[in-house]
């Protein structure tokens, strides 16, 4: 789960406009502005009072007109067909963005060729994947913060358009280095776009099933294009070049400029409110969105991520977990290959398409999170803690048997079915629970942490991504000689036994979760709201 940054509710009160770290009343709107300059006959004193009085007033009639039901500028009003489409385009733009940074793997071989490079040693064939990821663990940091407080509309055609532009020296690259410098950048663009669905998720959705559909479908989405990297690149390579791999996401991202151009919206609600007060010639909010405490987005970005991920046990224990299993789908990429052309000599066509079975899992765990969120809002009734609202750890009620069946279960199956004599239909379908158990277990991660941590979850996702983002960057490079060394059996079996350790991680926190949040200084200090 990269980083899935959760956005405060759409609902705008009093202290929406005013800067909490300082004692000044709000900047009063233009017409007392001019009033209180033309003014000679009130004293400064009386003066800053009206002012400050008028100004309040001017805020609150926007704060009553942003809360009103029937304002359709706020996302929460929009009607569900505008709600979904947005949902849609956006989770459909993670899945394409995310298929870049897996494609080519299907073509290590042809790209080792083409600039004289040899896994004899270490796999340097896996560089433009590590470039992609150190890249899209990086910006994310920044970027997301930034591109909430500028909008996401502007900044996601912004970067969108800087993605474009730098897979086309990918497409023409003469040498090795060049193509890994610019797929850093790249990389970095994506992992920006494709993150920020999550919060467009939470801008559009108030609580409920559909929002927690919502962000399960964003979840398949990423997983999904991971695994169907390699299966668009095997056809890519099987009819044409390597080359053909980066050409073609020229083309198709170039042709769906104009579809998020006339089809994406504003979903920020201070920027949204901001353009209103603008055309109404108001103050307070322009000057509120025009000032950016860099040192606050450093803080919240950088330091306080840190400090969950290093004080915080349930921050730490679900990074792992959702580490592995990100890791896992991006050791797939270089697994499958070996074990699929070792067992039945298949070419890196075969290999690739056997990637569609990791996707098939995931599709079902996508089925079954419905199941997942009615658990989730039936514990409600049981809730003596807040009653009315949902259990935090009713999120984690279908992950466990996943966890545990599914991706530690999958991958024992896939351990022991990996031998010449068996079909290759058997490991595949292995694979399929291995997919099945990963979008689980991430999906669980990501929405307890939301809900437990409320106003601190950006922190708190945040510091999980930057162990996801290592795992899928630097535990694919032990693929190959882990494999070689350990045999196929065993190097498979090996990854179970982590997965087993792991999946009792859920259990822990269903059985002490309650416990567990009241020590938590961060999640005493969020107050757990349900959402």
Not at 88 to 93: C, E, H, P, T
Not at 101 to 127: C, K, L, Q, R
Not at 258 to 279: G, S, T
Not at 443 to 462: I, L, N
Request: aromatic share 12%; with cysteine; net charge positive.
């Amino acid at each position: 789960m990269p980083w899935k940054t959760p956005s405060p509710r759409s609902s705008i009160t009093l202290s929406s406009f005013v800067d909490l770290n300082t004692s000044k009343p709000p900047t009063p709107p233009a017409p007392v502005a001019a009033i209180r300059s033309s003014s000679s006959c009130t004293s400064p004193s009386s003066s800053t009072e009206n002012d400050a009085a008028h100004a309040d007033t001017a805020i609150k009639e926007q704060a009553k007109w942003w809360n009103d039901r029937d304002n359709v500028q706020n996302p929460f009003n929009w009607p569900d067909a505008k709600k979904w489409r947005t949902t849609m385009l956006a989770s459909f733009m993670t899945f394409v963005i995310q298929v870049s940074g897996t494609m080519m793997t299907s073509a290590a071989e042809h790209i080792n060729e083409s600039f004289h490079v040899s896994d004899e040693h270490f796999p340097h064939s896996y560089w433009p994947v590590l470039s992609w990821n150190l890249g899209g663990a990086a910006a994310p940091l920044i970027g997301l913060p930034i591109m909430e407080n500028f909008g996401v509309r502007r900044s996601y055609m912004a970067i969108y358009i800087i993605l474009i532009l730098f897979i086309v020296p990918q497409a023409a690259a003469q040498n090795f280095a060049t193509l890994i410098v610019t797929r850093i950048i790249a990389g970095a663009c994506s992992g920006v776009l494709a993150n920020i669905t999550s919060g467009i998720v939470s801008d559009i959705w108030r609580p409920g099933q559909a929002k927690s559909f919502g962000t399960s479908l964003y979840i398949f989405a990423l997983l999904a294009g991971l695994s169907m990297g390699p299966v668009f690149g095997s056809l890519a390579v099987h009819y044409t070049t390597w080359r053909w791999i980066f050409i073609s996401q020229i083309i198709f991202y170039s042709a769906l400029t104009p579809v998020l151009f006339f089809l994406l919206p504003e979903v920020r609600p201070d920027v949204i409110l901001a353009h209103h007060m603008k055309d109404v010639k108001d103050g307070p909010t322009k000057a509120r969105k025009n000032k950016i405490d860099i040192k606050e987005i450093m803080k919240e970005t950088l330091v306080r991520p840190t400090r969950m991920l290093c004080t915080e046990g349930v921050v730490l224990s679900f990074g792992l977990w959702s580490a592995f299993c990100i890791g896992t789908a991006f050791m797939f990429t270089q697994s499958i290959v070996q074990v699929y052309s070792g067992l039945y000599n298949w070419t890196y066509f075969g290999t690739g398409l056997v990637q569609s079975a990791v996707v098939i899992g995931e599709l079902l765990g996508l089925i079954a999170s419905l199941y997942q969120d009615r658990l989730y809002l039936q514990s409600a009734k049981n809730n003596s803690e807040n009653p009315g609202q949902p259990v935090p750890e009713a999120r984690l009620y279908l992950s466990i048997p996943a966890s545990f069946i599914g991706l530690m279960g999958g991958l024992f199956f896939f351990a022991w079915t990996s031998y010449p004599n068996i079909p290759w239909i058997v490991p595949s379908i292995a694979l399929a629970f291995v997919g099945f158990g990963m979008f689980c277990s991430t999906a669980a991660v990501t929405t307890y942490v939301v809900d437990a941590y409320a106003k601190y979850a950006a922190s708190a996702v945040a510091g999980i991504a930057f162990l996801e983002n290592f795992m899928a960057a630097f535990l694919p490079l032990a693929t190959q000689s882990l494999y070689r060394t350990l045999g196929f059996q065993w190097a498979s079996s090996l990854l179970g036994f982590v997965a087993l350790a792991l999946s009792c991680i859920p259990l822990v926190l269903l059985r002490y979760g309650r416990s567990i949040r009241t020590k938590s200084p961060f999640m005493r200090e969020a107050g757990y709201d349900g959402e």
